[in-house]
Every structure is written in C-alpha cells, then in structure tokens.
C-alpha cells in the first residue's frame, strides 16, 4: 500500500522537465517586467531633469543677456570680452557687422549710454542653443552727438566647455517714435 500511495505523489509531482520549462518563462518575465519599470523611471526622471534644466537655462540666459547689455551700457570691456565667443557675429538692422573685437573697441571708445536696456525679453532653449528675444533702448552720446532709439533684436547663445557664450546677434532696423 504504501507503493501505491508512493506512485501517485511521484506522479503527482512535476517533473524536472517541467520545473525547468516554467522556471525560465517565469524569470523572463520577471525580468521584463523589472526592465520596463526601470526604464520608465529613468525616462520619467529624464523628462523631468530636462524640463527642470531647460528653465534654469532659461534663466542663466536671461541674466546673461541683462549682464551683456549693463556692461555695455557702462562700457565694461572686460565683462564684454567674457560673455561674446571670440568668433562672434552681430548683423545690424542697417546691415552693418561688428566682431568681438568692434564691439570690445567700442567699449573702450568715447560713447557715453545713458540707457541700454531691454524690455519684454523672452527666452527660448533648445539643447544647447539659446535665443533672447527683446526690445531694446538705447540713448547715448557719441563724438558729442545724441542718439535715442528702440529696436527689436534676436541674441542667439550656445552652451561651450566654458559656459553660455553670445555667439550671434541680429536687430531690427529703429523703430519709428512712438512705436511699440
């Protein structure tokens, strides 16, 4: 009897083939599962990470470009030279161009700014790019003349080894007295 009872537990239970068999789709699966939830936390961090990186790169932009058009408004060539990339463009609405070094030798030449400031600024980021959109006014004096006038421009940044560097700038023609 007691064979009898031994038989049917042995048949009973599964066999090595069968734990085997199960065994692997179990640990695959587990696997899986394991893998996709990583994924999806470091995909949801990332996300996160850029968004949280994009503004704060919104913001370091935008302060640079206020410290950009103070040092120009006092004629601060030092601080100039350290915000412009050495191989920088500025294209002006006349279509004049200015390097680096025109814009370095104008801080150290005879203008006299009694505004250089900048309204309704907007900043966009993409990656390692950055555009400041504003409108800026200017009054100064130059070989004893006065000059006031408002323009739109477009400063495009690029983030380097060394930081966010003004790589390129494009404005607008004067706009009309008067205009917004």
């Known amino acids: 009897m007691k064979r009898m009872l031994l038989i049917p537990a042995i ?25 996709g939830l990583a994924v999806g936390i470091i995909l949801a961090t990332t996300v996160r990470s850029a968004s949280a990186s994009a503004a704060d790169d919104r913001k370091i932009v935008a302060a640079l470009d206020k410290q950009y058009q103070a040092a120009v408004k006092k004629n601060d060539a030092v601080t100039i030279a350290r915000i412009l990339a050495d191989d920088f463009v500025l294209v002006t609405g006349s279509g004049k161009i200015y390097t680096k070094a025109d814009m370095i030798n104008d801080a150290n030449g ?9 309204d ?24 004893g003349k006065l000059f006031e006038h408002k323009f739109w421009f ?18 607008s023609l004067p706009l009309p007295n008067g205009a917004q």
Do not use: I
């Open 154 to 171: 477009s400063d495009t940044y690029v983030r380097t080894p060394a930081g966010w560097k003004y790589v390129f700038g494009q404005s």
């Open 110 to 118: 005879d203008t006299t700014y009694q505004e250089n400031d900048e």
């Open 11 to 35: 048949s009973l239970a599964p066999s090595a083939d069968a734990r085997m068999a199960s065994g692997p789709r179990c640990s695959r699966l587990s696997l899986l599962l394991v893998t």
């Open 120 to 143: 309704v600024q907007t900043v966009r980021v993409w990656g390692d790019t950055a555009v400041v959109t504003a409108k800026l006014w200017e009054k100064y004096t130059t070989n």
